[in-house]
Nanobody, 125 residues
Framework: QVQLVESGGGLVQAGGSLRLSCAAS????????MGWFRQAPGKEREFVGA????????YYAGTVKGRFTISRDNAKITVYLQMNSLKPEDTAVYYC??????????????????WGQGTQVTVSS
């Protein structure tokens, strides 16, 4: 079993920055993908971005591309989500997720095997 723990959420003013962390433990795997998703009140959980553990390849949703950056530290088994130029519409609970497969549908929440508990990000205007 894989455990994922997010941290780093909080309250920030529009235009500000936050960095989220997602630490993995338990039965980790060498390949696969780590994804970030978010869910605002009354909305579906949506894809933010993802990174391949092995290659470091990243892929982002259009709404965050150019503002958010995902990175990884393989030694610490930790993934980061650097969020810059935050907007009030970025307010949501942010979740990290892990999947064993490298291929196909990395922007679909249904393809992920493990989820963290989420961390709240609130952006004030």
């Amino acid at each position: 079993q894989v455990q994922l723990v997010e941290s780093g959420g909080g309250l920030v003013q529009a235009g500000g920055s936050l960095r989220l962390s997602c630490a993995a433990s338990g039965r980790t795997f060498s390949g696969g993908v780590m994804g970030w998703f978010r869910q605002a009140p009354g909305k579906e959980r949506e894809f933010v971005g993802a990174i391949s553990w092995s290659s470091g390849f990243t892929y982002y949703a259009g709404t965050v591309k150019g503002r958010f950056t995902i990175s990884r530290d393989n030694a610490k088994i930790t993934v980061y989500l650097q969020m810059n130029s935050l907007k009030p519409e970025d307010t949501a609970v942010y979740y990290c997720a892990a999947r064993k497969s490298d291929y196909g549908g990395i922007d679909s929440r249904y393809t992920y095997d493990y989820w963290g508990q989420g961390t709240q990000v609130t952006v004030s205007s």
